[in-house]
Nanobody, 126 residues
């Protein structure tokens, strides 16, 4: 069982940066693909980023590409999402997710992930 806890959300102005964290409770995340998703009110949960243990393997949504960087710490217990140049449309609850890594393209659909955190709110004011 993988338990994930997100942190780092908040209220910021447009153009600011945030770093979100996702920490595994009681175990490392070695062997897992990690993903970030977000969900705004009235909208479906959407893919933001995914990363393998090998940090060279990353994938980003078009909406955040060039503004977002996912990373994992050396102890492989925490994942980060750095978001720069935040826009009001980035406002959402951000979730981290995990699944056992398998060969192939990094997964981008919520149904492809087995473990989820409870989310952290990001609100960007204009």
């Amino acid at each position: 069982q993988v338990q994930l806890v997100e942190s780092g959300g908040g209220l910021v102005q447009a153009g600011a940066s945030l770093r979100l964290s996702c920490t595994a409770s009681g175990r490392t995340l070695t062997g897992y693909v990690l993903g970030w998703f977000r969900q705004a009110p009235g909208k479906e949960r959407e893919f933001v980023a995914a990363i393998r243990r090998n940090a060279f393997s990353q994938r980003y949504a078009d909406s955040v590409a060039g503004r977002c960087t996912a990373s994992r710490d050396n102890a492989d217990k925490t994942m980060y999402l750095q978001i720069n140049k935040l826009k009001p449309e980035d406002s959402a609850v951000y979730y981290c997710a995990a699944r056992v890594d398998t060969p192939g393209v990094l997964p981008s659909r919520p149904s492809q992930y087995d473990y989820w955190g409870r989310g952290t709110q990001v609100t960007v004011s204009s």
